[in-house]
């Protein structure tokens, strides 16, 4: 059962099913009074047609255009990324591996001094002669066999590979007894990063390990690293002692 | 390639709704009374629309976009509802006026004098469920099956709530025109 006065707004907007128009008509003929809410119906219909325009908002709609244009960009980045992803990792690990081989290429005579300080465990106890403990520790280091270390008696010794290259480490004593004395020797390596500060003697760098001073050189591309509770001039003139014959 | 579908695909969407642009505005503004509302409520629905465009389906972008503003509004108003900030309006059987009496034909005369602004003030006071369907209505021009769409009831409601909408209307104007002396108040002019 329709309302009336609702069928009444249904017929001024022409939107009654043929049932609905028919049982309209009827209460038309039939109420009188139904004619006026018809009336007013349409009235109220085309004065509201008339009388409301929607009058254009330029500015408003430059502000929809920004919005768009921010979702568009957003887009184009999210849809960029998203489709070349793997691309982009692909180039990244690349720049990684490329990274590590390059620096392994440039630095591959170069030693950290963390690698060097490693190598300072504490010494075996054994004792020997200094030439002897060479030629046992490392028989392929020619460098540790033109040094001079006929003033000094071996403590302790060992060998091994420090980033790949052979190592010999010797504690030492010197002549007058006093121990507390490391050298190490690294085939291969031309440079220690950390210990390359200049000493004013050429030929020598110095630097600190494990809070002792020491003095490095080269010889015959091998790096020499002398350390002790010795002050740096004093290491030098060991130094210079180690390489004349 | 991608670029280039993109840049189709808003060009379209930028054509249709400009054109209906002004339909957004207007309705959201009747809807909100509110300036600033009603151009954040627009852009909202603009941008719902141009993210939703692909599922268009290429009949009627008018009703469509109104439809997707109407129900924005809705949630908003809904949302504003549970926070108890708006009475429920929905069921107030006192707002349907009584039925003309059979003297009381609308003075058409009166009704072309009126202003738009007067109009729009009147329109703005009638109840809101009721001014959505009288708005997409006789506004918008959208049919009973649109706005039943886009209000998400019943074309039997859509009529209803159109009917009661147009009472609370007229009891507005002519509130206004006693007001303003156009009409003696019982007694149209």
Sequence with gaps: M?????????????????????????????QPELQRELEWARTLKATLRTSCKN????????????????????????????KYAWALCGALMLIIVAGGVANRAVGSKTLDSTQVASLLDPFSANSSDSRTAMRM?????????????????VTSQASGLVDGRPFVRLGLRD??????????????????????????HAGFTSGKLNNMNCVSWVVSGHTVVLLGERSTEELVQMGRGMLSR | MLFKRVSSHRDRFQREAQAVYPSVYGTALRLTRDREEAEDLSQE????????????????????ILRILTNLYINKYRRKKRTGTTASLDD????????????????????DNLMGAEVEEALSRVPEI???????SDIEGMTYDEIAEATDVPVGTVRSR?????????????????????????TPD
């Design chain 1, 2 to 30: 329709n309302d009336p006065r609702e069928l009444m707004h249904g017929l001024a907007d022409g939107h009654l099913s043929p049932e609905e128009h028919q049982e309209a008509m009827r209460l038309l003929a039939e």
């Design chain 1, 55 to 82: 009058e254009a908002q330029d500015a408003a709609w430059n502000k929809c255009i920004g919005r768009l244009d921010e979702l568009d960009r957003s887009k184009r980045h999210t849809s960029f990324v998203s």
């Design chain 1, 137 to 153: 520790a490392a028989p392929d280091l020619d460098a540790a066999k033109n040094l001079n270390l006929r003033e000094y008696q």
């Design chain 1, 175 to 200: 002549s007058v007894g006093l121990g507390g004395l490391a050298l190490v020797l690294i085939k291969d390596a031309d440079r220690i990063a950390g210990l390359d500060q200049p000493t004013g």
């Design chain 2, 45 to 64: 629905a603009i941008v719902r629309a141009y993210e939703a465009f692909d599922r268009f389906d290429g009949q009627n972008f008018k009703a469509w």
């Design chain 2, 92 to 111: 107030d059987e006192n707002l349907f006026e009584p039925m003309a009496p059979a003297e009381e034909s609308p003075d058409r005369v009166m009704f």
């Design chain 2, 130 to 136: 009721f001014r959505t369907a009288v708005i997409l």
């Design chain 2, 162 to 186: 159109i009917a009661r909408g147009r009472s609370a209307l007229r009891a507005a104007l002519e509130r206004y025109a006693i007001e303003q002396g156009y009409i003696k108040q019982g």
